[in-house]
């Protein structure tokens, strides 16, 4: 388990310099949009702290800024050289207070009930432990703040999820090799979603963490999910609503 994390922290410390130029081609562009729409679900209050969990470059720190400058946003990431990209961007691109801090999602420096909201990005699947990371991020939010995080998921439908698969595990490495600079590194990256939960179980991970009203959105035919859920004193055992909230964009 520490293994994976510390694999985990060099990977993504090798590949920081060309992260940014990468994910745009991979995904034609498109992963903004995903962004903006997991910020609108967040529905953030004005003026609220708001935590982006393994924070990378800063791709949803600026973005939550952009969408509203009142927002006081802390970005935290355990890999120095992904921290030092989002530094470097934020005097053109944080319209309003960012904050950078390293640190590792397993263990939050923060007190108890910190914040109002909470963001992850592309990340949940590459950490060590699914059920601790929800935890701890429960932990540090107020009560009744949302957690909104936004991942590659697996397509329900399996012609869909054929083709995606076709790209993900055959492209992307090779995409990664010439503009990323590591094949190795985006090959371990669609691996990481092999033994991910699909979408309906993170949900009742979610659900069972203690979230409420836990759900999802499917975005890409299923490919990509956000997945939400809003932080309350103890938890819970899904229902059947919460069994059966997903909804397909």
């Known amino acids: ?19 940014d130029a990468t994910n745009r081609v991979m995904t034609a562009g498109m992963d903004e949009r995903w962004r903006r729409r997991a910020i609108a679900l967040l529905a ?13 470059t800063g791709d949803v720190v600026f973005h939550l800024l952009r969408t509203d400058p009142s927002l006081h946003v802390t970005g935290i990431d355990f890999c120095a050289p992904m921290l030092d990209g989002a530094r470097a961007r934020a005097p053109k691109e944080a319209r309003g207070d960012a904050t950078f801090v390293e640190g590792d999602v397993m263990t939050l420096p923060f007190p108890d009930a910190s914040f109002d909201g909470a963001t992850m990005g592309f990340s949940l699947r590459n950490v060590v432990d699914i059920d601790a990371v929800l935890a701890e991020i429960r932990r540090v939010l107020k009560p009744g703040a949302r957690f909104v995080n936004l991942d590659v998921s697996k397509a329900p439908n399996a012609i869909w999820k054929r083709c995606f698969d076709l790209y993900f595990y055959k492209m992307v490495p090779l995409i990664g090799g010439l503009v990323g600079g590591s094949k190795q590194a985006y090959t371990y990256l669609p691996q990481s979603l092999t033994h991910h939960p699909n979408a309906d179980e993170l949900r009742d991970r979610f659900a069972k963490a203690g979230f409420a009203d836990a759900g999802y959105v499917r975005l890409m035919g299923g490919a990509i999910a956000i997945h939400y859920g809003s932080n309350q004193t103890s938890p819970v055992i899904p229902s059947a609503a919460q069994r059966s909230r997903g909804a397909d964009v």
Do not use: S
């Not at 953030?44 to 990378?56: F, R, S, Y």
């Open 44 to 56: 953030a209050p004005k003026g609220g702290a708001i935590l982006d969990l393994c924070c990378g």
């Open 1 to 19: 388990m520490t293994d994976k994390g510390a694999y985990v922290r060099e990977m993504f410390a090798r590949i920081a310099p060309r992260y």
